[in-house]
């Protein structure tokens, strides 16, 4: 009898030994849905967060200051700092659909136009910008939309006069050298090294540096401006919050069980989305070849955009200090990884996009994912990505959880 | 293989050549320490890191143009950035400029004239 007993308590402590680490195991599911410490970890750097925004911006004294935001915001919307007095920066980046073109004004502009124009939210926390990277902050971006013949159509003398004629009463301490931009001889003309350069040659080296000058403060007070465009909190990241928190009741009533089946497979490194699309806003701010070049066609992909890049008057090179700017003293120059090459854009707030990828080729998210699964690649043609082994009920799954990104949490 | 990796083809052909030909065909086969010092990495940051050359006696090498070479084994790019390399004398070099910006398996390489002389593996993390 006591023998009997004797191997029953053992046979139950050798039980409880065994069956301890499933019980742990369990209990951890319990808290965090099922997802390991590491999933945990990289979903925090999905998370929201603005924190990178002052130092990606540091080449702008007047990015945190309140009259340059102002300024800016004025500017956005001034239709005086186009060639034809018609459009502003609004007209193509529509503030109540996440500054997208959702009007298509950039193709009504110009039907040839090589990229179409992405959404702004979160902008300012971006390493380079224009799909081809040829810009590589927020406020010489800025410029380049001023003088682009397809864009605004102006140049930096009329932009500076027509800023310092509107403005400088009212924003005195900004516009301190309008004074000097004043005493230039009056003319009817306009003038940039870039669109009018005979009569640019028509100014002394002194009176183009204060217009230089003048015209960077423009395009630092439109950054300014935009460091305030950003995507509100999606129900992801909430999501996160309530994970990190250990709150799965919350967890559970935010995202439903497609939507985190999408996330997982988001996640998963076999699928390889969360390998360009990481970070805050769903991009590594990589340049990379997923097959969306047109080959044949000028391609105005990256290895386009360093060289635009590298004969930028207003790069950090040649506008700021060397120390300052690793990413464009270091940038990739080997066209076997810059060729077909565009940025990665954000995944935020899709829902507002009119078009996908850097031509607009796609016009839903779903042809985007089919577009992974099958990605058309040519022989000979270097591509980063392999086709996603995905079925249709996790094409649907990734497609529901790109949609909980959007900020509405309606949606 | 390895070996064959890290010091070359034409090294090992110039070391079997040793016991016939000139000094000077040896001297290019030694057996070079490559060593290569970087912190632990992550993505999207810029790393800067030592890298020393020597003979089998521990002599720095110097005058050497050197050349880095990185790639992802699972992934068909290389590196983001390209990186630099300048002597610092008595065998030291800096490398300069070194970013990634996809979590993973890293491959890198040390190239002299075209030859691999080291080359490291490294898991990048988000």
Redesign the interface.
Known sequence: MSRILISICALVFVLSLIGLPFFHEANAENVHLGWSEDEIELMRRLRLSVEAVADKNRSNELFFREDAVELGSRLFNDTGLSGSGQIACASCHRPESGFQDTESVTYRLNPQAAHRAPGLLGVAMQDWFFWDGRADSLWSQALAVIENPQELASDRLRAVRHVCARYENSFPALLKDCPEISTLPAAPWGASPLVDNENWQKFTAAQRENINKMFVTIGKSLAAFERGVMPPISRFDLYVDALVEGNSVAAKNLLNSKEVAGLKLFLDPMVGCVNCHNGPMFSNSGFYAVATDSPGRRENDRKQGVTLLLNSEFNCLKWGNAEDCPKVQYVQTDTAETAGAYKVPSLRNLRHAPAFMHDGRYQTVEAVIEHYRNPATLPLRHVDIRPAALLPHQRGQLLSFLKALNSDPSN | MPFVLRYGLSKIFALLLCGVAFASVCAAAEKWEVTLDLPPLA??Q?YEGLLTVADSNGVGITGLRLQIRGRMPE??????????ITEKGQGRYSL??L?F????RWVIEILHDGETVLRQEYTVR?
């Open positions: 993505v999207n810029f992934h068909a790019h290389g590196l983001p950035t390209a990186p630099q300069k400029g970013s910006n996809m979590p993973g988000f």
